[in-house]
């Protein structure tokens, strides 16, 4: 029997042990293995930041969808691995595999500039459940006293969703409670553009954002890298200062410490378009994890994004790709990576495709309705029940 660890329950890591149990039924014996002992639907967490969702809402415990299913799960973190022994390790084991898929997402990286982060720094994030829940506390207490909000991403960052999500979000909430006018907003971004969204700008979004944040009045400052976060203003590198009250700003991301040593020098790790490790025949990688080359080289660095929507599928590509060896039957085809995504703004939303994800494309999308709001709403709902019911495969 084929021994198949996953490294990481989010979505890469379950949607890819789901469809191994699926296809393999007997013939494997899939372990998940994570950190966390639960899964989150992290596109909500702006939501949550809002106090529009709670945790209760938008998470599902691990051990309760996949041992039902005949998945093991280990709540443990990998603190390594060795792919010449073909063995993760633990704190407390070694677990032998003979396929290995990698599924762990980004380590944020804070610490790249003085000041930033909400652990010993001065500013909030979004990125994880405990992030968001502490930037709706700090929420609650801004509107007590409110005063100027600063938003972006500083230099390298590569998932730029959440900041814009994040602006439009406050400014509709300000402007529900008539006190938007007490609140100057200014966007600050390591984008060469605005709407480039580290993927070279998808259609008109420049035109475009570049008129909804003149509609909603947030002052937009590109190109520029963060020299330090202080208490109360962020100081960019060219020598300016912007006053906040509150600041929330994306981070850079790195590969996780315990499978950094096997990718680039900022530890994503480079796949063929099988998702399997280059060079190494018995291990996949697949979602934040993986390294993508940007689209063109930007004056303050930027990276490529890798939403959910991407990450599926991957995990689709390497599961089937493993079934393939396994069993002998067809191999998939090869991953191609295109992206969708809902991007919030409040009191509507905007649908985005591109296809393929870095220029120049087949083709581009770009439609902003309050229907796309409705489907956002519902797609997480469909997300959470395809993975509390293990339907890893449906669209
Ligand atoms: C705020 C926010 C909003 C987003 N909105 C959207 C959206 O609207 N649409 C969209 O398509 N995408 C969106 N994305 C992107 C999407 O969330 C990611 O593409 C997706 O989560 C990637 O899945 P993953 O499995 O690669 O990694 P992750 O979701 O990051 O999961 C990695 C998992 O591995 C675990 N792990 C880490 N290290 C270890 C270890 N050493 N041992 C064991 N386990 C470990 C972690 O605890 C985590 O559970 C958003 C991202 C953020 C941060």
Known sequence: MARIVVLGGSFGGLTAAFELRRLLG???????????????????????SMGWRSAKDITLPLKDILEPRGIQFRHEAAKGVDADASKVMTETAEIPYDYLIISTGPALAFDEVPGLGPEGGHTKCIFTLEQAEGAKLAWDRFLEEPGPIAVGSVQGVSCFGPPYEYAFEVDYELRKRKI????????????????????????????????EFADKDIKIITNQAVEEFAPDEVRLKDGSKIPFKLAMFAPAMKGVPAVAHLGNPRGFIPVDENMRNKGVKNIFTIGVAIAI?????TPVPTGVPKTGFMTVRMALTAARTIVSE????????????NAIC???????????????????RQATTLKKSVWVKWMKIWFERYFLYKMKHGHGNWP
């Open 26 to 48: 007997e013939k494997a014996d899939v372990t998940v293995l994570s950190d966390l002992d639960k899964f989150v639907f992290i596109p909500s967490l702006p939501w949550v």
């Open 326 to 337: 396994i069993t002998g039957i067809a191999p998939p085809d090869a991953y191609e990576m």
């Open 180 to 211: 938007r006018h007490k609140v100057p907003i200014v966007f600050i971004t390591s984008e060469p553009f605005i709407g480039h969204f580290g993927m070279g700008g998808l259609g008109a979004s420049k035109r475009w954002m570049e008129d």
């Open 293 to 297: 080359a940007p689209p063109e080289p």
């Open 342 to 360: 809902f991007m919030d703004m409040g009191n509507t939303a905007a649908y985005m495709g591109a296809k393929p994800l870095l220029p120049p």
